[in-house]
C-alpha cells in the first residue's frame, strides 16, 4: 500500500505531466495561427485567446486536484 507522501508524489508528477501536455497543445495553436495571414488579425487573436483560456481553465483543474492531493497528505 501506498503511503499519502507517494500518492502525492504520484499526483503531482501527473499534474504536472498533464499541465506540459496541455500548454504544449496551446503553443502549437499559438504557433499555428501566430503567423497566418488569410484570416483577419482579430480572428487570430480570438483563436489564440480561447485557446489560452481553456489551457487556464485545465490548469486551474489540475493544480486544484493537487491542491486535494496536498490537504490529503498533510490530514
Partial sequence: MKSKEQ???DVKELVEAQDKKNYLAYYKIF???SERTD???EEKEAII???Y???KQ??????DILDHAYLDFIA
Fill in 7 to 9: 500518492i502525492y508524489k
Fill in 31 to 33: 504557433l499555428d495561427n
Fill in 39 to 41: 484570416i483577419p488579425t
Fill in 49 to 51: 485567446n480561447k485557446a
Fill in 53 to 55: 483560456s481553456k489551457y
Fill in 58 to 63: 485545465q490548469e486551474a483543474g489540475l493544480y
